[in-house]
């Protein structure tokens, strides 16, 4: 009986396509994803496409030079829904998809590939100035301002004498009002890094022994609360962000969902406590996080230290024999999913009964 109150995974369309998909995203306020990733010749492409009861239907494509790595609204307001990427040959673009020929701010950010982008302060979501945050293979986390043209407000880098890393996976978190902003780091090596804007200064860093690929918290705009870091081998780690130990950092629970990488992490936005992960074997996981009764506690030296929750598994589906790689919900939607893999197939889910959980 229990079995029938579990929400379930049903894919509501899917979508073949000729080329390499890297990320999926829904436009907000609408019935319109894009995909966008690397054509077999090497250029980029921007796929818009409209959900038409069971099928997606192409809207417009759009090529561009370098392959396409990475997007994101976040930075942006909900009237102008402009879409932000990181490309194969570290240029930060952002595009009117109404007039995609030209963007409408452009930087070559980095040396190397951006891997991942992160946006804020736009779409509603967020305090504080519309930014965008960069990680790229050249171990280089950087922050930008859209207003302010050719340099970033902050840079992230490894200090003289630090080997570079490749930066795989950033987020913006504690940005509930005007001042208050961090940025959340992973990198190939299994490093976390919690860099705080408001002091300019690194707040915290921990390593979870295997490359770091995705990490979220489970919302950008309150106080921190908890973020998920998905890893290289099957295992991700929550950590409960209210109370930093002094030696300690942040309590953290810790699951291996599967054989295979995790690649993505994203939070339900209407539920901050449930979340899905999407793994390297075609299969999504789907889970809730339970707090604990009490959620700090003292140490023997009157020290308050975090006391991490469980973990609860919901659901899981495997719907592909490649990666699933690119992971989004609808902000507009409860329950409406895209995800993209790397058998060339995007995907619209419907995941049932999340109001009863």
Not at 230 to 244: C, I
Request: proline residues 4%; charged residues 25%.
């Amino acid at each position: 009986a229990a079995g029938l109150d579990r929400p379930q995974v049903v894919s509501h369309a899917q979508q073949a396509l000729n080329y390499t998909l890297f990320d999926c995203k829904w436009v907000p306020r609408s019935a319109r994803l894009l995909c966008l990733g690397s054509a077999a010749r090497g250029s980029g492409l921007l796929q818009l496409y409209e959900l038409r009861g069971g099928r997606l239907a192409l809207l417009r494509e759009i090529e561009k030079a370098k392959p396409l790595k990475c997007g994101t609204f976040g930075a942006t307001s909900l009237q102008q829904r402009y879409f932000a990427t990181g490309d194969f040959g570290g240029n930060l673009n952002i595009w009117n998809l109404e007039a995609p020929e030209i963007p409408v701010y452009s930087v070559k950010g980095h040396k190397e590939i951006i891997n991942s982008i992160d946006g804020v302060g736009g779409l509603g979501i967020g305090e504080g100035a519309p930014e965008i945050v960069t990680g790229s293979r050249d171990g280089t986390v950087k922050v930008w301002d859209p207003r302010q043209k050719d340099t970033p407000v902050a840079n992230m880098e490894p200090v003289q004498g630090e080997s570079k890393r490749d930066c795989w996976t950033v987020a913006f978190g504690n940005a509930y009002n005007q001042e208050e902003r961090v940025v959340c780091a992973g990198y190939d090596n299994g490093d976390i890094k919690l860099f705080d804007l408001k002091t300019m200064s690194l707040r915290w860093e921990t390593n979870i022994k295997n490359g770091v690929c995705s990490v979220e918290f489970d919302r950008k705009d309150v106080n921190m609360n908890k973020l998920v870091a998905t890893s290289l081998e099957g295992k991700f780690h929550v950590f409960d962000m209210r109370t930093q130990h002094p030696t300690k950092g942040f309590a953290s629970v810790s699951e291996k969902a599967q054989k295979s990488t995790i690649w993505q992490v994203r939070h339900l936005p209407q539920n901050r406590d449930i979340f899905m992960t999407s793994g390297g074997a075609g299969s999504l996981h789907l889970w809730k996080y339970e707090y604990p009764s009490q959620r700090s506690k003292k140490d023997s030296e009157g020290a308050e230290m975090g006391v991490a929750g469980s973990l609860s598994l919901l659901q899981n589906v495997t719907l592909s024999t490649q990666p699933i790689s690119s992971l989004d919900w609808s902000p507009d939607k409860k329950g409406l999913c895209v995800c993209g893999a790397f058998d060339q197939t995007v995907r619209v889910l419907i995941v049932t009964k999340l109001n009863k959980i």
